[in-house]
C-alpha cells in the first residue's frame, strides 16, 4: 500500500505538538519545516522532515519527553476511519487485526509484529532510522499512543503488563514509568508492550462510547441508504472517511479489509453495486462538505480528492448537483449570510437588541 519512497508519518500525530505550543503562546507557522500543511490532519510528512518538526518544537517546548506527550494527547477524532473500522469489530482479537490492517494509512513504516500467548499480548513496533533521540520520540510516540487508546476503550481489554525500548535509559525514565504505570526496559532488541491477554475473545460492546466519541461530529450523509445492501454500506463509510492524501484504489481498501481486490468486487456485484460508483459518490459528497466549510480552491479540492484534473471534477460535480463547485458554493454562502440576517432581524423584532 505504500506509496512513498522515504517512510512517512501522518501530521495528525503532530496536532497535539501544535495544541502545546499554541497554549504556551507560540506559533506553528514558526517552524519552517511545516509551510502551509500543519494544520493538514490528511497530510503526510517524510519521517526526517517529522523529526526536524519535532526537534524544532522541542527546543522552543524544552519538554523532554515530547514523544510521550504527543502519544498521551492524540486527538483521535482525527482518525475516524479506524473507530469506524474498530466498531464493527467483535472482539478484541479481531480489533488487534484490524489495527495492524489499518496502520499503513497512517504510516509506511513497517507494521506492527502482534504475538499472542496464554497470558499476554505482545506489539513489536518499528521506528524507521534517524538520530538516537529521534528513535526513541517516535517510538515513545507510538507506545504512547497505544497504551492511550488502550486505556480508553477500558480494563475490560487492556492491562499493560510490560513495555521496553530499544534506546537506552533516558533522563527522564522516572516520567515514562509513571506515565505507563509499570517499570520501562530499556537495551530491548525491538520496541514492545504487551498487555494481558484474558479479555482477548470479550465483545467490543463495552468500547463503544469510546468509539463514538472519536466518531463524534462526523457527517455520514446515507446513514438511512443501502439498508439491504451492507457491505455497500461498510463501503461507502471507509471510502468516505479514506484518508485524502493516500489513492482511493480497490486494492487498497481490500488490503485494509483483509481480502482481495476480486472478492471486493464480487461482494459488491452481488449488492448490485460498483466499486468506482461508490468512490466517485464519496469524493463527491466530500467535495460539497468541503466547499461549504473551507475556502480551497477547485484545483486543490480536485487534486486532494484524487480527480485526475479540474475539469473532470467540475464536469462529474455538476451531473451530480446540476452546479459547478463554484456556483454551489456561491449559493450555499449566500444561503447562510441570509439565514444570519434572518436570525438577527428576528431577534431584533423580539426585542433583543
Not at 46 to 59: C, H, K, M, S, Y
Not at 103 to 116: A, E, K, Q
Not at 130 to 143: I, K, N
Request: charged share 25%; aromatic share 10%; with cysteine.
Amino acid at each position: 500500500m505504500s506509496a512513498y519512497l522515504t517512510p512517512t508519518l501522518t501530521s495528525a500525530a503532530l496536532h497535539p505538538l501544535f495544541q502545546l505550543m499554541r497554549e504556551r503562546g507560540l506559533s506553528p507557522d514558526e517552524l519552517p519545516e511545516l509551510a502551509q500543511d500543519w494544520g493538514n490532519s490528511q497530510h503526510q510528512f517524510p519521517v526526517p522532515v517529522f523529526d526536524r518538526i519535532i526537534e524544532q518544537a522541542g527546543q522552543s517546548l524544552k519538554t523532554p519527553a515530547i514523544g510521550v506527550m504527543m502519544g498521551s494527547r492524540l486527538d483521535w477524532r482525527r482518525f475516524r476511519l479506524l473507530a469506524y473500522l474498530l466498531s464493527e469489530c467483535r472482539t478484541g482479537r479481531d480489533a488487534l487485526s484490524q489495527l495492524r490492517r489499518y496502520y499503513p494509512l497512517i504510516s509506511d513504516s513497517h507494521p506492527p509484529d502482534v504475538f499472542i500467548g496464554q497470558q499476554a499480548v505482545k506489539v513489536v513496533f518499528y521506528v524507521s532510522d534517524g538520530t538516537p533521540h529521534a528513535r526513541q520520540t517516535r517510538a515513545e510516540l507510538v507506545a504512547a499512543g497505544i497504551h492511550d487508546v488502550g486505556s480508553r476503550l477500558g480494563n475490560g481489554f487492556y492491562n499493560i503488563t510490560g513495555i521496553g525500548f530499544q534506546q537506552p535509559p533516558p533522563q527522564y525514565r522516572e516520567q515514562l514509568d509513571r506515565y505507563f504505570g509499570v517499570p520501562v526496559r530499556y537495551g530491548e532488541s525491538c520496541n514492545w508492550i504487551s498487555f494481558s491477554s484474558d479479555y482477548l475473545d470479550k465483545s467490543m460492546k463495552k468500547a463503544m462510547p469510546f468509539l463514538e466519541t472519536m466518531l463524534e461530529g462526523a457527517e455520514v450523509p446515507w446513514r438511512s441508504e443501502d439498508t439491504e445492501r451492507p457491505f455497500s454500506r461498510k463501503l461507502r463509510h471507509i471510502l468516505y472517511y479514506w484518508p485524502t492524501c493516500l489513492p482511493m484504489t480497490k486494492e487498497a481498501v481490500a488490503d485494509l479489509l483483509g481480502t482481495s481486490a476480486r472478492t471486493l468486487t464480487r461482494r459488491l456485484q452481488e449488492e448490485g453495486s460498483q466499486f468506482s460508483e461508490l468512490s466517485k459518490h464519496c469524493r463527491l459528497v466530500r467535495a460539497a462538505a468541503a466547499l461549504k466549510r473551507t475556502s480551497k480552491d477547485v484545483q486543490q479540492l480536485a487534486n486532494e480528492l484524487g480527480f485526475s484534473d479540474r475539469r473532470g471534477f467540475e464536469r462529474a460535480f455538476k451531473q451530480w448537483t446540476g452546479q459547478t463547485p463554484a456556483a454551489f458554493r456561491r449559493q450555499w454562502r449566500n444561503q447562510a449570510v441570509a439565514a444570519v440576517s434572518s436570525m438577527s432581524a428576528l431577534e431584533s423584532n423580539m426585542g433583543f437588541y
